[in-house]
């Protein structure tokens, strides 16, 4: 089993910061990539960022300039640091690993619980 943790989330006015951390447990074999996807109401979850088990970042072009993932790599955690908040990035923050708990196993995706990150005008 593996669990992914969200925090860091809140509320916070346009324009202001906020430091989302994922802590992940248990037992994983492997894995590519980890990364923080978002879900606004009535959209679908598009990727944030993430960040490849060599260190290689991918960042969306809506967030690029603003937003900074990286990763522990003395554990499994990884962060996202966002600046210059929008109102539209308004969403609930997902963190997420793909990997695998054995080399039997397919790479799979697993899911923290989300936190909310709401940005008032």
């Known amino acids: 089993q593996v669990q992914l943790v969200e925090s860091g989330g809140g509320l916070v006015q346009a324009g202001g910061s906020l430091r989302l951390s994922c802590a992940g447990s248990?037992?994983?074999?492997?894995?590519?990539?980890m990364g923080w996807y978002r879900q606004a109401p009535g959209k679908q979850r598009e990727l944030v960022a993430q960040?490849?088990?060599?260190?290689?970042?991918t960042t969306a072009d809506s967030v690029k300039g603003r937003f900074t993932i990286s990763r522990d790599n003395a554990k499994l955690t990884i962060y996202l640091e966002m600046n210059g908040l929008k109102p539209e990035d308004t969403a609930v923050y997902y963190c997420?690993?793909?990997?695998?708990?054995?080399?039997?196993?397919?790479?799979?995706?697993?899911w923290g619980q989300g936190t909310q990150v709401t940005v008032s005008s």
């Open positions: 960040i490849s088990s060599d260190g290689s970042t």
């Open positions: 248990g037992s994983i074999f492997g894995f590519n990539r």
């Open positions: 997420n690993l793909r990997g695998r708990s054995s080399s039997a196993l397919p790479y799979r995706d697993y």
